[in-house]
C-alpha cells in the first residue's frame, strides 16, 4: 500500500477529484496549504508600498491506495491537474504500513476498498 | 387718548402675531431641513448595506473590488449629481450654484436627492460582479448618476410627461428602483456570465462567502429603507404630513416582513429548507414593491403587496438561471422585477390608473434597459467590459487592485526580516 500525498492548484481540485473517482479512488484527505516551488510571488500593493506574497494557495490531498491503483491514480491526477505553468505542483508516494476503516475495523486492502464496491 | 392707546395696542398684538407666524415658519423649515436630511442620512445608510450583501453573497477573492465599486459609485455620484445630474432632473442651476427650495434650504433637497440616484447607480454594481473591469464600472457611474437617472427621473419627479399623466410612484419602485435593475439587465447580457456559471449545460451554484456579511447588509438596507420612503413626503413640518410619514413607516414595514415570509416559506416548500439568501432577496421585494405606494397603500394591501413581491422574486431568481443570465445577488429580480410590480400595485390597492401605471414603468424599465445595454456595449468596444479569464479565476482583488480583502497568515505575507544584511 502507498499514500500518495499531492499538491495541485486550488482551481484543478474538481477536476481532480472527478479523475480519481473514474479511477475508482474514492478515498481523499483534503488541506488547503501554501506552497512555493519555482512560481514568482505575486507582487500586491499597500498605501504606497509594494509587498510580495511568495506563497502560493495550493491544495494538498492525501489518498491511501493499494499496489494496483498505485499508476491509476498517479496518472488521473497528472492528467487532470496539469496546465502547463510553473506551479502545478508535485506528488510524493510514500510506503504505507497499516491502514484501518474505523466504523467497521477492516484493515489494510479491505480498508481500501471504497464502501459498496 | 384712549383711541391712541388702543390703535397702539392693536399694532402690538398684531406685530407679535406676525412674529409668531415668522418664527412658526421658521421653525417648520428647520424642521423640514432636520427631518430631510435625517432621512437622507438613513438612504445614505443603504449603500454600506449594498456593499455588505453583495459582498456576502460573491466569492471572497472579489471583496476588495465589490467594496470599491460601491465606494466609487457613491463618490462618482457625490460629483456627477452635483455637477450635471440634478440640473438636468429638475431644472436647477449645475454645480448647486444659487439653488433655493421654498419648504427647505435647496442643499436639503439636492442631498436627499443625491442619495436617491446614488442607490439607482449602486443597484448594477451586484448583477455585474465578479468579472467586470473596474474601469468599466466607473465610466458607467458617472454616465448613470449625471445623465440616464436624470433623464429618466424627470419624466417624473422633474415634472415631466408621466408627472402629467397622472402616474403615481411615491418613492421610486420604478424611478430607482426598475431603472436600476433593468439597466443592471443590460450590463450582464453585455457581460455573460461568470466563467463556469453554466459549463456542462448545468447551472453551477457559485455560492457566496459569508452569509453574515449579506445578512448585515439585508438589515442596513431594510432599516435605511425608512429613510427612503418615509422621507419622500418632502413635508414634516405639520401634524398631517406627521402622521403620513408614520403611516409610511408601517405599511413599508408591513411589505418588507410580508415579502420576507412570503420568500422563506416558498423557498422551504421548494427547497426543504428555508433558504437564507432567498429570505433576504424577499425582504427587500418586499421593500421595493411598495415603494411605489407607500404612502397610499396600506394595512392589508400593503402585506399583500409586500407578499406577491416576496413571491415574484423567487420565481425570477430562478428564471433567470434557466435563462443562463447570471445575476450573482437576485438586482434584477429583486430591483427590476419587483420594481415593475409595485408601480403596477398602486393602480391595483393604491388607486391610480393601472393603465398610466403600465405605461409608466413599461417606459422606465425598457429605456434603462437600452440605455444600460448599449452604454455598455459602446464600453466593450473601446475600453473592454471584462477581465481576462485569468484576472477573473485570480480574483479581481489581487487583478484589479494588488491586494487580498482576506490577509493570509501573516507569517506568508511579511516575512521577518531579522537583519537587513552587510554594514547596519
Redesign the interface.
Known sequence: MKLITAVIRPGKLPQVKEALFKAGVRGITISRVSGHGGQGGIVEQYRGSQFVVEFHEKVQLSIAVSEPFVDKTLEAIVSAARTGEIGDGKIFVQPLDQVVRIRTGEKDNEALTPVGT | MRKVFITLCLFLVAGTGLAQAESIAELEFALNNLALLFFAVLVALMQPGFALLEAGLHNAKNVVNIFMKNIADFAVAGLAFWAVGFSIMYGAPLFLSGYTADAFPGQADFFFQLVFAATAATIVSGAIGGRMKFTAYLIFSFVMTGFIYPFLGAWQWGGGWLSELGFADFAGSSIVHAVGGFAALGAVLAIGPRLGRYTGGRINAMPGHNMVLAGLGMFLLWLGWFGFNPGSQLAFGTAADATAVADIFINTNLAASAGGLAAMFLSWMLFKKPDFSMTINGVLAGLVSITAGCDVIVGGSAVITGLIGGLIVVGSVLMFDRLRIDDPVGAISVHGICGVWGTLAVGIFGGASLGTQLIGTLSYSAAAFVAGYVIFLILKLTVGIRVTPEEE?TGLD?AEH???GYA??DA????VVLSSGAGD
Open positions: 479565476i489581487i494588488g491586494i487580498e493570509p497568515e506568508l505575507r511579511n516575512p
